[in-house]
């Protein structure tokens, strides 16, 4: 059996032969081995660096006295950086699992999309959770930024999970298991340190005591910055990050303390690294500095052929996010179609396909060049290209000399009624690779992703680095050179493969080639294949929810090219958590397919999608055993959350932060309390029920299973007010609380839950318009857009509630903020709550006109759905619409200062005295209501009629053309407040 000192040896071995130094872990605790300064200052600079280590890296709030089989204050990392990027970096990391004696042909390994960043040190990068059959054993990163400074060049972070790793490999389900050395286990040789720093970290460690140290590391921190001595100052920002997370451990760090100190060391991390920059620039770069690659050269241009033949472009990548892959769809087909269009090549269909590490664009009967064509290039108008004899003006001249034109190749022609002179260009056709490779080129450059990250290609940007690239027009490769790559026909398959690199003969062959070798290119085609094989392994046990796993089906189709479906069990004991978090579990962390009965019960089955060809049962055991480790956690937490008070679990609120100027989780908990019951006095809504359940609002953010799955906050809020006794009611009103939580979820149906909810939004919506904006463009980091969607559907689904005014809620909301919300930004909220549901009403199928009609009522936004139902059913009706059309006509009319309200001794007329009459009768709605409206204005239609016809309404008189205005300017507000009646046509 592989002991972890023999795979910490094996592993430093593979690195030190690629290159790498062997240097030893930092002498002072971290949080993980990118804080050491071989990772965190070497990363600064040119120089290049490659090094290999082991780092223990200390978290005190993974404190669990050593009882948690997974989860450890203290665990191993072996920490890799490359600098520069070498390019290969994924196959060298597959080498060292190979070091390790797993087979990664027979296993199911696996690049997973994940974004690391730590805002305090400055740091970010992009890269991949590494699978081993489902279980998470590396972090794989392309560092961007450290310091706050921009990396160039960028390096590779490549951090294993050692004690993960043994795990798997010795099939133990309990870190103390694993063998560590020849008849040790980890427990004997580490099982004491794990306790006793537990019973430290979380109990015995001295507030005071590290409240001291942390201000005393700072102190020194800055002293040694300002000292110029880069090394020793990092070391003792390390210090201070160890106190600040030993205070977290002991629940010490208030709201405004973390924001502080986030502040703090991000400052100090930020002057550390532009010391380390600037120290060695001063010694000269003593490991010398990387040189950059050099652009690419393309192939040589190819001989001239005759016929249509087929176009390929492969755009090969490293594992792109799903997102990413849907996105790059679009985009493809797109610029391939414009940057056609743009040619004289004739073309058949374009076709594109997606999968994680390839983008593919397939045209069919592409010319094998261009038609010769004419071109006319307008030059200056006639008018100012001649003098008075005839010669060309300086404008004409410079158009000439610019084009290389003689003034007898010169005509004229009109534009657009004014004569220019122009010029005749003959323009040869291009050949079909010389006309495409800009055209691809530009393609391949212009790729972006919603996040996009930089690699060892100094002129591309994307999601993840581009590392190969096919252009093939028949058989011919099209000489494309973007930044490093020149394109070739050679394309990689799976890495697993017996030849994982295969030359392509031709556009034509390109297709089938990576069919033939495992490659699902058509996202639909494996959308497919994941399904049926699915829905075959459980069948008839039990049914995959098709229809209700489409978004997790959809994830899968782009994690995986070569779809191999597996099903694992697991223990029934676990069905005894609730489903939420099994499935949770399940889609969330491991991209699992749940298994469901007839009746919509889960069963103890899960089907994972390996890619490709794998080791059936291997995979299956390793994707149980991590299932397995995963629900032993949530059981784990679960039985610790449960056998606490909910008093206990919500005073841990005030340890959690909302922003750092709008206070913890228990401040926000408080206003959302405090916001429900004003709103429901409003209302007379009130309720006992209203008044527990707004006591524990939020209380389940201090539980640790929702600390590990936010997505749970509500569902176990109701399990665990259920087992402390709370009432049904309380408990539905807590959960509910927390709905809608995406377009299309459950809202709540209960009114205290309903009430909760609106005040949750609001004060989300007031607190940040008011400190971070309302959202712009596409980024909605807070998702302000969500939280008011659901406002407008909670609001939508009560008919009590229909009286409430959203704006004037919000302005409740506001006046609970910490900070000063001011009336602009009010506005400003009611505006954008008018636009989501102007967008939602239209999203629904209502009329654009329609809809802009009844947004007055947009505060209110049941009533506004209300009115648009009735202006559907009232719009045919004639009375409605003479009247509507007069109101209209009034508004032409009449002045909007001209008020309501006349003289009727004034009107003589019989019509004006008729339609005075009329008016007198009328008697607007209470409340918004076309019905209502239209039977009391009906009346109107014929004297209004009459008016125009007969009444010359701008008499000579000035007191009887006030009056008649008076009398139409009555006639108009009767619909004022109803309806934008500018909106209808």
Known sequence: MLTMQDALARLTAYWTEQGCLTVQPMNTEVGAGTLNPATFLRVLGPEPWRVVYVEPSVRPDDSRYGENPNRLQTHTQLQVVLKPDPGHSQELYLGSLAALGIDVAAHDVRF??????????????????????????????????????????????????????????????????????????????????????????????????????????????????????????????????????????????????????????????????????????????????????????????????????????????????????????????????????????????????????RLIAVVADVAAGEPDAVRTVRGPKVAQAYTADGSPTPALAGFLRGQGATADAATEADFNGVRHVV?????????????????????????????????????????????????????????????????????????????????????????????????????????????????????????????????????????????????????E?????????????????????????????????????????VDVELVRQGNEAVLRARYEDAAFFYRADRELPLDALRARLARLTFTDKLGSMADRAGRIAALAISLADGLALRSATLDRAAELVKFDLGSQLVTEMTSLAGVLAR?????????????????????????????????????????????????????????????????????????????RAHPALAPLSLTD?????????????????????????????EQSLVEEGHQVERVRAVLPHADRPSVAVNLLHQLGEVAGNPDFVAVAEAIQRCRRIVPDDVAAGYDPALLKEPAEVALHEALAGVRRPAEPDLFEFTGAVSRLAGPLSTFFDDVFVMADDPAVRAARLGLLATVRDLGAGLLDWTALR
């Open 809 to 837: 809620a919000l302005a409740r909301a506001a006046e609970l903020q910490p900070v000063p919300v001011s009336a602009a930004t009010r506005a400003a909220c009611g505006d954008f709550l008018a636009k989501r549901l």
């Open 112 to 357: 997973v999309e994940d974004n690391w960043a730590s805002p305090a040190l400055g740091a970010w990068g992009l890269g991949w959770e590494v699978w081993l059959d489902g279980l998470e054993i590396t972090q794989f990163t392309y560092f961007q930024q450290a310091g706050g400074r921009n990396l160039d060049p960028v390096s590779v972070e490549i951090t294993y999970g050692i004690e993960r790793i043994l795990m798997a490999l010795q099939e133990k389900t309990h870190f103390k298991d694993i063998e560590y050395g020849r008849g040790v286990s980890y427990g004997e040789v580490f099982g004491q340190n794990e306790y006793e720093m537990s019973r430290y970290y979380l109990d015995d460690a001295d507030v005071d005591t590290n409240r001291q140290l942390l201000e005393l590391y700072a102190a020194e921190a800055q002293r040694l910055i300002e000292a110029g001595l880069p090394v020793p100052a990092h070391t003792y920002v390390l210090k201070c990050s160890q106190a600040f997370n030993v205070l977290d451990a002991r629940g010490a760090v208030s709201t405004a303390d973390r924001a502080a100190e986030f502040g703090r060391m991000r400052r100090l991390a930020g002057e550390v690294a532009g010391l380390w920059v600037a120290r060695r620039e001063e010694l000269g770069h003593p490991l010398g500095s990387a040189a950059p690659q050099a652009p690419a050269r393309p192939v040589a241009r190819p001989a001239e052929r005759d016929g249509a033949r087929s176009l390929v472009l492969e755009i090969g990548t490293e594992e792109l996010p799903p997102a990413e892959c849907r996105a790059a769809l679009t985009y493809l087909e797109q610029q391939i179609k414009n940057g056609l269009d743009g040619t004289r090549l004739e073309h058949g269909e374009v076709r594109v396909f997606a999968t994680p590490r």
């Open 573 to 613: 004991a676990y069905l005894e958590l609730p489903d939420a978090v099994l499935t949770t579990v399940m889609r969330k962390h491991q991209r699992y397919l749940p298994v469901r009965d007839t009746d919509g019960a889960l069963l103890p089955m899960f089907v994972t999608v390996a890619n490709g060809p």
């Open 423 to 571: 010029l005749e260009k003959h323009e040869a056709g291009g050949a079909a690779a010389d006309v495409l490779a800009p055209v691809l080129a530009k393609v391949v450059a212009g790729l972006r992703g919603a996040k996009n990250m930089r690699w060892s290609d100094p002129q591309l940007s994307y999601s993840r680095p581009i590392r190969w690239l096919v252009a093939l027009w028949g058989d011919d490769i099209v000489p494309v050179a973007v930044g490093a790559l020149a394109a070739g026909r050679q394309t990689r398959v799976l890495r697993t493969s017996a030849t994982p690199r295969l030359e392509i003969a031709s556009a034509e062959t390109f297709m089938e080639t990576i069919a033939v070798n495992g490659i699902v290119a058509d996202p639909e085609d494996r959308g497919e294949l994941i399904v049926t094989g699915a829905q075959d392994l459980v069948y008839p046990d039990g049914k995959i929810d098709v229809r209700g796993e489409a978004a997790l089906i959809d994830q899968i189709t782009y994690l995986v090219e070569a779809p191999t479906p597996l099903l694992g069990t697991f223990d």
């Open 719 to 795: 399990d665990y007010a259920l087992h402390a006794g709370e009432s049904r009611a309380v408990a539905q009103a807590v959960y509910e609380a927390e709905l809608p939580r995406s377009a299309g979820d459950a809202r709540p149906a209960s009114l205290p839950g309903a009430l909760l909810s609106l005040a949750d939004r609001l004060d989300l919506v007031a607190g940040l318009a008011a400190t971070v904006g309302l959202p712009t463009g596409s980024s909605d980091p807070f998702a302000v857009r969500r939280a008011v969607l659901g406002l407008l559907a909670v609001h």
